[in-house]
């Protein structure tokens, strides 16, 4: 029973890794290769013509990777920010309406992002038509939602909820505000959270598509992410290397930071 289990853990393992291992093998293959009727793995000659055709024919290609870039890594530190100033209040702060607030805030963890999407156009639309304040069509326009999710300040809630009540009171004591607490007491206790947290939202924004079709119309404010489609369609023999270094930094941020993803969600499930 255990080498049946075994076997099928891996099938459905291959499953899940055959396209990234298929894209990879692809990118080193010659066009003619990459369009023959049988799918094939291995290539026939080891060929790095793809990546130079991207270097030298496809500049826009780093403009669009740089547009990705600059989403994900200003979601990112907007997150962090908000999520560890937000989760100790929540956590250890006495304020009105406190527990009703993060109920809604788990509300909006469980809907799609989806559901909100029609509702931030409006408000970003609504803003421009009444101050006359262009955020449609900015990158703006996608920050604003992503920096303000939810998910942050629930997950890293959850750590702080775990610190003992009593260390929080001895630093008072000691005659600590709630931003030395914050800064030497709590946020030392919950960088495995914070290391979790860059890791799940740098997935999460490295893919977005729908956020940029909807609120973007300029195509060279557009993310990598949506531009590959571009290259797939508009040329498809570069395709597989766009696609490979539009995979490596996702990879390597899931390699590095593998043991802090397992440490921050075992943790904090625990908690």
């Given at each position: 029973?255990?080498?049946?289990?075994?076997?099928?853990?891996?099938?459905?393992?291959?499953?899940?890794?055959?396209?990234?291992?298929?894209?990879?093998?692809?990118?080193?293959?010659?066009?003619?290769?990459?369009?023959?009727?049988?799918?094939?793995?291995?290539?026939?000659?080891?060929?790095?013509?793809?990546?130079?055709?991207?270097?030298?024919?496809?500049?826009?290609?780093?403009?669009?990777?740089?547009?990705?870039?600059?989403?994900?890594?200003?979601?990112?530190?907007?997150?962090i920010?908000?999520?560890?100033?937000?989760?100790?209040?929540?956590?250890?702060?006495?304020?009105?309406?406190?527990?009703?607030?993060?109920?809604?805030?788990?509300?909006?963890?469980?809907?799609?992002?989806?559901?909100?999407?029609?509702?931030?156009?409006?408000?970003?639309?609504?803003?421009?038509?009444?101050?006359?304040?262009?955020?449609?069509?900015?990158?703006i326009?996608i920050?604003?939602p992503?920096?303000?999710?939810?998910?942050?300040?629930?997950?890293?809630?959850?750590?702080?909820?775990?610190?003992?009540?009593?260390?929080?009171?001895?630093?008072?004591?000691?005659?600590?505000?709630?931003?030395?607490?914050?800064?030497?007491?709590?946020?030392?206790?919950?960088?495995?959270?914070?290391?979790?947290?860059?890791?799940?939202?740098?997935?999460?924004?490295?893919?977005?598509?729908?956020?940029?079709?909807?609120?973007?119309?300029?195509?060279?404010?557009?993310?990598?992410?949506?531009?590959l489609?571009?290259?797939?369609?508009?040329?498809?023999?570069?395709?597989?290397?766009?696609?490979?270094?539009?995979?490596?930094?996702?990879?390597?941020?899931?390699?590095?930071?593998?043991?802090?993803?397992?440490?921050?969600?075992?943790?904090?499930?625990?908690?």
């Amino acid at each position: 029973m255990k080498k049946i289990l075994l076997v099928l853990i891996f099938i459905i393992s291959l499953l899940y890794v055959f396209p990234i291992i298929y894209t990879f093998t692809n990118s080193f293959m010659t066009e003619s290769q990459i369009n023959a009727e049988n799918i094939q793995i291995i290539p026939d000659e080891f060929n790095l013509q793809q990546y130079y055709s991207i270097v030298t024919n496809k500049a826009e290609y780093f403009k669009f990777f740089m547009n990705s870039v600059k989403l994900t890594v200003i979601i990112i530190v907007g997150q962090i920010v908000i999520g560890i100033f937000a989760a100790f209040a929540f956590a250890k702060m006495e304020f009105p309406g406190r527990d009703l607030i993060f109920v809604i805030y788990i509300l909006a963890v469980l809907l799609p992002f989806q559901v909100t999407l029609v509702p931030n156009y409006l408000v970003l639309d609504k803003i421009h038509r009444v101050l006359n304040i262009k955020i449609l069509d900015t990158h703006i326009a996608i920050i604003l939602p992503g920096i303000f999710s939810s998910f942050g300040v629930f997950l890293l809630r959850q750590f702080v909820r775990g610190i003992p009540n009593d260390i929080i009171e001895a630093a008072r004591i000691d005659g600590a505000g709630y931003g030395k607490i914050l800064f030497k007491v709590v946020l030392p206790v919950i960088k495995p959270a914070v290391f979790s947290l860059v890791i799940l939202t740098f997935i999460d924004n490295w893919n977005l598509i729908e956020q940029a079709i909807i609120f973007i119309d300029t195509p060279s404010k557009l993310p990598l992410s949506v531009f590959l489609e571009n290259i797939y369609y508009g040329d498809y023999k570069v395709f597989y290397a766009g696609a490979v270094l539009y995979i490596v930094p996702a990879l390597l941020i899931f390699i590095k930071g593998e043991d802090y993803l397992k440490e921050g969600l075992t943790v904090g499930g625990m908690k």
